[in-house]
């Protein structure tokens, strides 16, 4: 089955039900069989203001939006030009709205088909222009009325009840009859009976569902833009496993909470953002120190300082690997897709509790606030285990120094077990001490456990020609479009390896060097200003091939015509 | 009651040198910090409470190495959050007795937000702070308790100049439940007070003068200045406010004892395993 796709774009000004019209056809292709991603992309008000509403819809799974929209769909114009840069279209595409089209888009577009969304919904009692945009689309694009019917219902019955399903489904079947009038679009279809395994989630959706299997069971919350949906979703699932969700006063509260409860013997993380990260940076210290096991997420948005809360960069990879004070091993890793933010973090939990270290997962917000539909995520299977000393007698020592460095640790309310867990330099016993040979002794002993830890092969995802003499090595959400762009490459006759690294700290360079056998040039490419990553991999990995950086800061997402443009130059030189 | 005060969980065998571990403390000879260790074995022993049911969590300073010398479970943290780590431990572990303890900086300066969170939130731990009117492992710097005028404050020639932070007022105001004043100069005067404050349900304030005659030799003096408060326990929040906002700082006693109910986190386990959760996200 070859892959067939088609991009969407709705957007509309405050209060015009844009994100509400996107949700529901996504949902809808969704019922109808399709797989599928939808990007939000607002202004800065909280609520109301211009609105997009991204759809692609295809019969495959998808990572990435693809360069062009195929379709713009005015709710109405206002302000819609301010999302010129991101909603490209080509001669291709068609636009769809009442008079007054941006000559941005005028410029760009191929066909433009004058029809008010607004108008339509006057002649219908309680019509909502939203809705007849709903149904526009749906008709353009072949989602059946049956789908969009389902979805309504499921939406609108409870909470507003008949009338607004009846209104809502006239307003929508409004929308189909006017866009008859209108060429049809050759649109990806589906088997309706293979919906019944996919899942429609955010990434930020399956952090929680990935912690949740990881065994996390104490969550202490702040919130913040784009790391919100994270706790939020875990706030009203955590306690139906008898966990516990804790709203505290700020990140070095929620941080430090989640170091008690993990002392208590309960796996526990928090979830925060830039601003978050740095302030608990002296606590992801005390984790380390104290041997304490804890999962922090960041979801990364523009920085530095409050920077662009609501869009997406990958420029916490230096925070997050050297942002502690003194020698503080501990792990990174990153999720490179929405499904991959379930295992990712599930693995994650499994990290920090097997190595009684903190573990920062590095997600983003294109990936935390994007909804896709996918094939459901089965359960990776990691469960916490972590060392628990059983029945200590007076010998016991929290932080002996055993063979693997991980020391077996006593949970109160063990007999014979007590100790103080400490952030000061300690012996063995845990008593504080400045000499030398245990500061040697217990730091030798923290880098052991991490370093001499087989991750096997999660720590990467490689992908396309073992024969390959380019490879492109990224990270992060940027893998989507790369993965797009390599394959629609190589499907040209282009060989070409991919590396998507999930593991980012501790560096794994013997099983890098592999994965390079034969390559000899590297293009790592990365949504920053200055080459975290890049600079990252020279510093730690051994790479003998040519290589390059692509740092592209946010707030626009990389595309996949970018990339092959940058394959393209680079292969030719 | 939490679990470890349960009849069945107790060790009625225990005398307070039981409770202290073989750690030698670094405080200095005449710091007011051996009495509050002094009293807190007494009372744990009182209290019957068996040591591996018990922890302690403290921040930074001379005072917050005080987990160390009891034979307990114990979190020496970073400076300022131990009433976080608290918080963490007592929600995820309520069958646990859960004391916070640290120095005045610690809890009301690097610490002060969380210092009114945790009177607001009302979790069911007690907080002792031991109240030296500076930093004492600094060397000597002035705290947010200290006198406006006290001159010798490395940091602050001449005086600070502000306002010195009121523990107790600010604790009733943000919701503490048990309020008390002691003294680390009169340890077995302060034994049944922590004890009461240990059993009382909800977030306990238990604040000690404890000198620091190294940094501050005026502190010697409190040794007499302290007295037992004549007014008598109350649970009228008003009445306890006009007490505290007009006495002189060295009436000692149980102050306020409120009657809130602690934070309690309900959780009811509704669904078998994770595999139940997955539902939701079906197309
Ligand atoms: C983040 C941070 N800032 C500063 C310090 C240095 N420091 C250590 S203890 C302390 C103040 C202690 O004063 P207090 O809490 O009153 O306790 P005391 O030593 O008087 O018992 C300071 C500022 C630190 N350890 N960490």
Request: hydrophobic share 40%; aromatic share 6%; glycine share 10%.
């Amino acid at each position: 089955m070859t892959e067939q796709s088609i991009s969407i774009t709705m957007t509309g000004s405050g209060g015009s039900g844009v994100m509400t019209a996107g949700n529901m056809l996504l949902d809808a292709a969704g019922r109808s069989g399709l797989f599928g991603i939808m990007t939000r992309s607002a202004g800065p008000q909280i609520r109301g203001g211009e609105a997009a509403a991204m759809l692609r819809l295809s019969n495959k799974p998808i990572l990435s939006h693809k360069d062009q929209f195929d379709i713009l769909l005015g709710i109405d114009w206002k302000n819609a030009d301010l999302f010129a840069s991101e909603i490209v279209l080509d001669n291709n595409s068609i636009t769809i709205g009442e008079t007054g089209i941006p000559q941005a888009f005028t410029e760009s577009a191929g066909r433009h088909y004058e029809l008010s969304v607004a108008e339509i919904a006057k002649q219908i009692p309680d019509g909502r222009a939203n809705m007849v945009a709903l149904g526009v689309a749906a008709k353009l694009i072949s989602i059946p009325l049956s789908a969009i019917k389902e979805v309504l219902t499921k939406s609108l019955l409870k909470q507003k009840g008949e009338g607004a399903v009846r209104s809502s489904l006239e307003a929508v079947e409004a929308g189909m009859a006017a866009a008859s009038a209108i060429p049809s679009i050759p649109a990806p279809t589906a088997d309706p009976e293979a919906a019944a395994n996919n899942w429609s989630i955010t990434g930020n959706e399956a952090c929680g569902m990935g912690a949740i299997r990881g065994g996390i069971r104490f969550v202490a919350a702040y919130p913040i833009t784009p790391a919100t949906e994270v706790l939020e979703w875990l706030a009203t699932n955590l306690p139906k496993l008898g966990g516990k969700l804790v709203q505290a006063e700020d990140e070095l509260a929620s941080i430090n909470q989640a170091i008690g409860a993990s002392f208590g013997g309960v796996p526990s993380l928090t979830a925060t953002s830039g601003p978050g990260i740095a302030l608990m940076t002296e606590s992801l210290g005390l984790s380390v120190a104290s041997e304490t096991p804890i999962v922090v997420i960041d979801v990364m948005r523009g920085g530095p300082s409050t920077g662009i809360p609501a869009k997406s960069e990958q420029s916490d990879l230096n925070i997050a690997v050297f942002g502690l004070h003194g020698d503080a091993p501990h792990v990174v890793t990153a999720p490179l897709t929405i499904a991959d933010c379930l295992m990712t973090t599930q693995w994650s939990v499994y990290l920090a509790e097997k190595l009684q270290t903190p573990t920062i997962v590095l997600s983003d917000q294109a990936l935390g606030q994007t909804r896709a539909v996918i094939p459901g995520v089965p359960d990776a299977g990691y469960e916490p285990e972590r060392a628990i000393a059983v029945n200590p007698d007076k010998t016991y020592q929290r932080y002996a120094d055993t063979e693997n460095g991980v020391s077996p640790m006593s949970l109160p309310g063990t007999e014979s077990g007590q100790y103080t867990a400490d952030g000061l330099e300690h012996t063995q016993s845990g008593r504080p001490s400045s000499k030398a040979e245990d500061h040697h002794r217990q730091m030798n002993k923290r880098l052991r456990k991490i370093k001499g830890f087989d991750f096997g092969d999660n720590w990467a995802e490689a992908s396309g020609d073992d024969d390959a003499e380019i490879a492109v090595l990224t990270w992060g959400s940027s893998f989507g479009a790369i993965s797009q762009a390599v394959e629609e490459l190589r499907q040209s006759g282009q060989k070409l390896r991919l590396i998507g690294v999930r593991l980012i700290s501790p560096a794994q360079p013997e099983r890098m060097k592999k994965l390079l056998n034969n390559v000899k040039k590297v293009l790592v490419i990365e949504q920053n200003h200055s080459g975290q990553f890049y600079h990252y991999l020279k510093a730690y990995y051994d790479l003998d091939a040519e290589i390059k950086s692509i740092a592209i800061p946010g707030p626009l997402p990389i595309l996949p015509s970018q990339v092959r443009q940058y394959l393209r130059d680079w292969s030719q030189i | 009651m939490n679990l470890s005060m349960k009849t069945e969980n107790t060790c009625p065998s225990l005398v307070a040198k039981d409770y202290r571990s073989d750690t030698k403390p670094v405080w200095c000879p005449g710091c007011g910090d051996f009495g509050v260790l002094l009293s807190l074995t007494k009372s744990l022993a009182e209290l019957q409470l068996n040591p591996k049911n018990v922890a302690v969590i403290s921040g930074i300073g001379c005072s917050s190495r005080i987990p160390a010398y009891l034979n307990t479970f114990g979190f020496h943290g970073v400076h300022g959050r131990a009433l976080t780590i608290g918080t963490g431990l007592k929600v995820a572990r309520p069958d646990l007795t859960v004391i916070v303890a640290g120095g005045d900086g610690d809890g009301f300066s690097i610490g002060g937000n969380h210092f009114l969170h945790a009177c607001r939130r009302n979790v069911d731990m007690t907080y002792i702070v031991m109240d030296n009117e500076l930093y004492g492992m600094t060397k000597g710097q002035a705290s947010p308790t200290s006198a406006p005028d006290w001159e010798y404050g490395k940091l602050t020639p001449g005086g600070t100049h502000m306002k010195p932070f009121h523990p107790l007022v600010v604790g009733l105001a943000s919701g503490a439940n048990f309020i008390a004043r002691v003294s680390g100069t009169n340890p077995n005067g302060a034994v049944p007070i922590i004890s009461e404050a240990i059993r009382h349900p909800g977030f306990s304030l238990v604040h000690v003068l404890s000198p620091c005659i190294t940094f501050n030799r005026e502190q010697l003096e409190w040794k007499k200045m302290v007295r037992d408060a004549v007014v008598p326990t109350t649970n009228d929040a008003g009445k306890a406010a006009r007490y505290l906002m007009s006495d002189d700082g060295f009436n000692l006693g149980i102050l306020f004892k409120g009657d809130r109910l602690p934070y309690d986190l309900k959780s009811e386990k509704t669904v078998d395993g994770p595999a139940d959760l997955e539902a939701q996200f079906s197309v």
